[in-house]
């Protein structure tokens, strides 16, 4: 009786103080011992944690592990304040507490560890005798364990417990306040290191005759740079010198499978997890490149084939493990060319291009959350300030510093940057930081993306101090910042006074006058001041390419006020010519040839995917002089041509779909224009883009084999078909499109099918990595979700696979969508052998069942109601609305179910060919052809031109009037017509909604 109204009480003080379930907070308070609820000190640190829960939660468990921890906890106010505080933010570093109890007096400890205590620490947690592996001319470390799999376990085990009992003491110091951003950074990147030299010695142990190469490490990024986060890939490059005596080559080898070694011993998962991805990456030539190189190879390739990006990367470069001595003269050596990079031609421009490489590869659904690469976040302000010191840094030693805030101060005392700007941007910096240690924490996961339930921005919000709305405050700040910073990164890296001080004696010319921003504003320029910086950068100095410029400009600047978009149209002008404008036929055929500099103008104000296309192929500029040299190119040139870039590179797969996909891009700028132009119809775009994509994976295809068989494909044990299926299969692909297709094979006389299947397998994996893989071409996804069993089922099977399945466990849906299925790439025979199998199944003599035309109908219907996005105007989504795409071909396929089997001329892929049949036969009548027709290619036109314009694909049209009034343009219609647009596509589609749902839905 007399319990309840207290446990109320109480559950609700413990609400009021933060705690989102009273009640359960109250029974694990209770659990604690019963003057834990009465201990206002204990729950004055709880309730202060960014997640009063969570904190409670693990406390709760340490203490059920280990019942003396409480007394401690209790009396030791730091102690209390920094795991109360590391408890509310990372659930993965309390289960590791709870785990370990034997780790709290870490998080106790006062001030932060020398980098020299740390390694010292780490080594000897693996076993490893300090003495023995001075960093400073590290050999053979031949205490460290490794002798057998159970001791090198036992090592990596220690290595990883070790390491996240500091990584325990830098949060607990962070979240607690005790340390500054810059500090916590630089304590990660130290333990970090730390850890690589434990690693390192593990590796020596297991490694034969490690002790006859010298090894460094070099920290690169965050880490080199000692501003690293709680959860990274650890970025390095190698450097190794044989000892006297020791052949380079031998060594060399060495060297690298200890780099081998030391970076499995970090990332392998064992019982306590894994530490993080040590990657390579950015050593010269990549990931083609060898691991490990000597200094002198690494200076030879600096100095002839270093692209700018891999000088920007060298900005951060320091000595992080192993000889730390070679390291030094590695960094000294690479220091001076890096602070030369600026001199190099097109500098300012290929960092810029560099920089919309990196925002391009960010997912459209993070973009507005990612707090590193997206809009406004951590790339934008450590891009600006990188451009800033490279170009500046030449003659202002001041600005070579490798952290972030540090490099940002320097740039402010010398007047680079404007002290209110760059007090905002570190500003910024450091809250997006401390945002991206509080993401990542909670789980130890790497990440960059703001999360999206409340409870985590909640406790995110807390974590910065934030208690009276903690969301609300977070997302208003957030955006605040993110503003900020994306208006001072565009002020900062794209004004046009860099490319004059990097182009020394060259001087900016100001060209910003008053009646310069109400001409340009008249003409229709959203954005007077940029269009004039933009024509301050292509007009400046005394070169003759300038002089042109200012010849062509006048003209230009209408033509590119006729387009839709004039801003984007003379950004897009300057970047190609930022590209081209050393070249000397570029500017002289826009200036002798009025046609090219005409169209070139309409694309760029038209669509930011030709632009996109023609930025990574500025030299197919050429071909908008002529129209012929827009018609679409016959599949036999472009085969052939695929064909020789294959044969060129042997067994180099991944340079051979390089060239492949270069070849794929400027087929695509070329059938992008066309068009535009209207030299093509919509289907004719279909067929161009499906054709292309055939040859691209037919290409692909053979340089995957010749990669998995060293050249010799006749080896290769099994014979390979891709079938194409969904749009690709109807020759309907669109520019946004994936190739959906199926993998089948036959292995070859004396091969077992496991050993085909394998082989199969591994070209299929690989021919669709390296299609997808980011590069600066576009990537051709391959999909292939629509085989047997779905994602579920294997990639590839072999034809009697195919046969069993079919005969056995085959679904009405799989009957339909066969019926776009068509041999693609691989071997022929075998692609008409399967599709004699799939005939009968798609193509029944019996025609559909009733059952499976009602299956069909829910099918149909679920979609609508499921797939349509959440908000999405039914009436304007291209494929699953009303009268969209997904009804005419439905409608398509039905008659082809009920009537391909005793009507051949109903066996086609292609939807409008289809309908057409049918009418021919006397299956549908013209007039529902004609309307059903008509709305599936204006759907395709309004779906391809939405990519045209905006650069990314979507099936909705956009609700915002500037982005509908640019694609109504792209379609032909005037400038005032996106009404018009919207409202011919409503009418059309609705005309289609009702022919196909009497077909659809009357027997």
């Known amino acids: 009786m007399n319990t309840a109204p207290r446990i109320q009480t109480t559950a609700g003080r413990l609400a009021a103080l933060g705690f989102a379930d009273g009640a359960r907070a109250e029974r694990l308070l209770d659990a604690l011992g019963p003057e834990a609820v009465g201990d206002f000190d204990l729950l004055d640190d709880l309730a202060a944690a960014a997640d009063p829960d969570l904190a409670l939660s693990s406390l ?74 001075e960093p400073i001319a590290d050999g053979p470390v031949p205490s460290a364990p490794g002798a057998g799999p159970g001791e090198r376990g036992a090592a990596l085990d220690a290595l990883r417990v070790a390491y996240r009992s500091r990584l325990l003491h830098i949060a607990g110091r962070d979240v607690a306040g005790d340390a500054t951003l810059a500090e916590t950074a630089a304590a990660l990147a130290d ?14 142990a297991e490694t034969p005759e490690s002790g006859d190469v010298r090894l460094a490490v070099i920290g690169m990024g965050k880490c080199g740079a000692r501003e690293l986060n709680y959860i990274s890939d650890v970025d390095v490059v190698f450097v190794a010198e044989p000892r006297e005596g020791v052949d380079e080559t031998k060594a060399l080898q060495t060297a690298t499978r200890l780099a081998q070694a030391m970076m499995k011993a970090c990332s392998t998962s064992t019982p306590e997890g894994s530490l993080w991805e040590v990657d390579a990456g ?101 891009f600006a300030v990188q451009l800033l010191q490279l170009v500046h840094g030449r003659s202002e030693p001041l600005l070579r510093r490798r952290a972030t805030l540090s490099a940002l101060a320097a740039l402010s005392r010398g007047g680079f940057v404007g002290r209110d700007d760059a007090k905002a941007l570190a500003e910024a910096y450091t809250f997006l930081r401390q945002v991206e240690h509080m993401i990542q924490l909670y789980r130890l996961r790497r990440t960059h993306v703001v999360p999206s339930d409340t409870a985590d921005l909640r406790r995110i919000g807390r974590g910065l101090g934030m208690t009276t709305d903690p969301v609300g405050e977070f997302t208003t700040t957030w955006k605040r910042h993110a503003l900020e910073v994306r208006r001072l990164h565009e002020k900062l890296f794209y004004r046009p006074l860099l490319q004059a001080v990097a182009r020394l004696p060259e001087s900016e010319a100001r060209l910003s006058t008053a009646a310069a921003q109400a001409r340009l504003e008249a003409l229709g320029y959203a954005d007077p001041d940029g269009a004039l910086r933009h024509i301050a950068g292509l007009t400046s100095g005394v070169s003759r390419r300038a002089a042109i410029q200012r010849t062509l400009l006048p003209v230009m600047l209408g033509w590119f006020a006729d387009a839709p978009d004039p801003d984007a149209g003379l950004l897009g002008f300057r970047q190609v010519s930022d590209k081209l404008g050393s070249t000397p036929w570029y500017l002289r055929l826009l200036r002798d040839e009025t046609a090219v500099a005409e169209r070139l103008a309409r694309v760029l104000g038209t669509s930011r995917y030709v632009t996109g296309l023609l930025l990574h192929a500025p030299e197919a500029v050429g071909m908008l002089g002529e129209t012929s040299e827009l018609a679409v190119r016959p599949v036999s040139t472009l085969a052939g041509e695929a064909a020789a870039a294959v044969n060129r590179h ?9 060239a492949i996909r270069a070849l794929r891009r400027k087929e695509l700028l070329r059938t992008a224009c066309a068009d535009l132009f209207g030299l093509i119809d919509i289907e004719e775009v279909g067929r161009a883009l499906s054709s292309l994509n055939d040859v691209t994976v037919q290409a692909a295809l053979d340089a995957t084999i010749n990669k998995v068989c ?18 690709l299969g ?63 089922g294997p990639l590839v099977r072999t034809i009697a696979s195919y046969r069993a399945y079919y005969e056995r466990w085959s679904s009405h849906w799989e009957a339909q969508a066969l019926m776009r299925a068509r041999f693609c790439a691989g071997d022929a025979d075998l692609g008409a052998e399967f599709m004699d199998l ?56 039905l008659i082809q179910l009920r009537h391909a089997g005793a009507v051949p001329a109903l066996r086609t892929t292609r939807t409008v060919g289809a309908l057409r049949a049918a ?74 909604r009702v022919v196909a749902e009497r077909l659809l839905y009357e027997d």
């Open 60 to 133: 709760s468990r340490l203490v059920e592990r280990d019942p003396s921890v409480l007394g401690a906890f209790r009396d030791d106010p730091v102690l209390r304040r920094r795991l109360s505080g590391v408890f509310g933010l990372s659930a993965a570093l309390g289960d590791h507490v709870v785990r370990h109890p034997g780790c709290l007096p870490f998080i106790q400890a006062q001030g932060r560890p020398g980098d020299q205590e740390l390694r010292e620490e780490l080594l000897l947690a693996v076993g490893a005798d300090p003495e023995a592996a």
């Open 191 to 204: 333990l970090a290191g730390a850890a690589l030299d434990a690693a390192l010695a593990i590796a020596r």
């Open 282 to 382: 950015l050593r010269p030539e990549g990931k083609l490149g060898p691991l490990v190189r000597t200094l002198d190879s690494h200076l030879v390739y600096y100095r002839r084939w270093a692209k700018t990006w891999e000088f920007q990367a060298l900005l951060k470069a320091r000595p992080i493990a192993g000889d730390l001595e070679l390291g030094q003269e590695y960094v000294a050596a690479v220091n001076e060319m890096v602070w030369q990079a600026a001199a190099r031609p097109h500098f300012v421009e290929d960092v810029q291009a560099m920089r919309r490489r990196v925002e391009a590869h960010v997912r459209a659904s993070e973009a507005e959350r990612q707090i590193k690469l997206g809009p406004g976040g951590l790339r934008d302000i450590e």
């Open 650 to 658: 042997g067994a180099e797969a991944e340079t051979a779909v390089t």
């Open 710 to 727: 060293r050249g010799r494909r006749e080896d290769f044990p099994t014979r390979l078909s891709v079938i194409a299926m969904g749009r």
């Open 730 to 792: 109807g020759m309907e692909s669109s520019y946004a499109s994936d190739a959906d297709v199926m993998f089948v094979h036959a292995p070859r006389p004396g091969v077992s099918e496991r050993d085909a299947t394998i082989a199969a397998q591994t070209v299929a994996e690989e021919m669709r990595r390296l299609l997808a893989q980011p590069a600066p071409d576009p990537p051709l996804q391959i999909d292939a979700g629509l085989r047997p069993e779905g994602r579920q």
């Open 838 to 893: 799939i005939d009968p199944l798609r193509y029944s003599p019996e025609g559909i069942s009733p059952e499976a035309v009602r299956e069909m109908r829910k099918l149909k219907a679920r979609m609508e109601a499921e797939r349509l996005p959440r908000g999405a105007d039914p009436t304007l989504h291209t494929k699953l609305g009303r009268g969209g795409l997904t009804d005419v071909e439905w409608v398509a396929q």
């Open 919 to 992: 009418v021919a036969e006397g299956l549908l009548e013209q007039a529902d052809e004609a309307v059903l027709g008509e709305a599936w290619r204006f759907a395709s036109r309004v779906r391809d031109a939405i990519m045209l314009v905006r650069g990314r694909a979507a099936d909705s049209i956009p609700g915002l009037v500037k982005e509908r009034a640019l694609i109504s343009r792209a379609l032909g219609y005037p400038p005032d017509g996106s009404e018009d647009f919207i409202d011919d596509y409503r009418r059309v589609t609705r005309r289609a």
